[in-house]
């Protein structure tokens, strides 16, 4: 494989990872307006400096070249100390990163590619995922899952265990604390090594 095919795909795999940081900072500042919100949180692979390996795309794969990571979505962190309004907290990020988008901030990131998990201030119990249905229940597969929907777009995962690892990125990933504002942008994130 040619050596600019593979600095061509390091490059959108980097790109992906800026685009999905732009869209963490466009939704910190659309969520600072709510009083419920205490902390914010980018978790995952945006949070971390992208690694070299050996990706899912069969080209690569095949020949058992490494590029850097793929960020698949954007998870974050949130914080809150009252679960009346994440109807509302949804619809908010929705408009935002489509605001974002449509008066051309080089950001193109779309609400179904956040992955938000909630927690409780000071105790980082963990609560549920914010739902990325316009409705709640919205009558779909994912409602089934017992205590799905019992508050509003509090989503839960059948089966699924916090991982001591998810809530690692807090140390130097936390982007918003309601005391202090935004601390930081997410694009000052560590970038690949």
Not at 53 to 66: C, L, Q, S, T, Y
Not at 103 to 123: C, I, K, N, R, W
Not at 143 to 158: A, R, S
Not at 172 to 181: D, H, I, M, P, V
Request: overall charge neutral; charged content about 25%; glycine content about 8%.
């Amino acid at each position: 494989m040619r050596r600019a095919v593979i600095e061509n795909q390091n490059r959108r795999l980097v790109e992906r990872q800026r685009q999905f940081r732009l869209a963490a900072d466009v939704v910190i500042g659309a969520w600072a307006a709510f009083a419920e919100v205490h902390t914010i949180a980018v978790l995952g692979s945006v949070a971390r400096p992208l690694r070299k390996e050996v990706p899912r795309f069969r080209e690569f794969r095949r020949e058992g070249i490494e590029v850097w990571h793929e960020c698949g979505d954007l998870d974050l962190g949130l914080w809150v100390t009252s679960q009346h309004r994440l109807g509302q907290l949804r619809r908010t990020a929705t408009a935002a990163l489509r605001g974002a988008y449509e008066v051309g901030s080089d950001m193109s990131v779309a609400s179904h590619q956040l992955d938000v998990f909630l927690f409780e201030p000071g105790t980082d119990r963990y609560l549920g995922r914010l739902c990325s249905f316009n409705e709640c229940p919205k009558g779909k597969r994912d409602c089934l899952v017992p205590g799905c929907g019992e508050i509003p777009f509090n989503k839960q995962i059948e089966r699924f265990d916090v991982h001591a690892d998810l809530l690692e990125p807090v140390a130097y990933a936390t982007l918003y604390q309601r005391e202090g504002g935004q601390l930081h942008s997410a694009l000052d994130l560590p970038a690949p090594v």
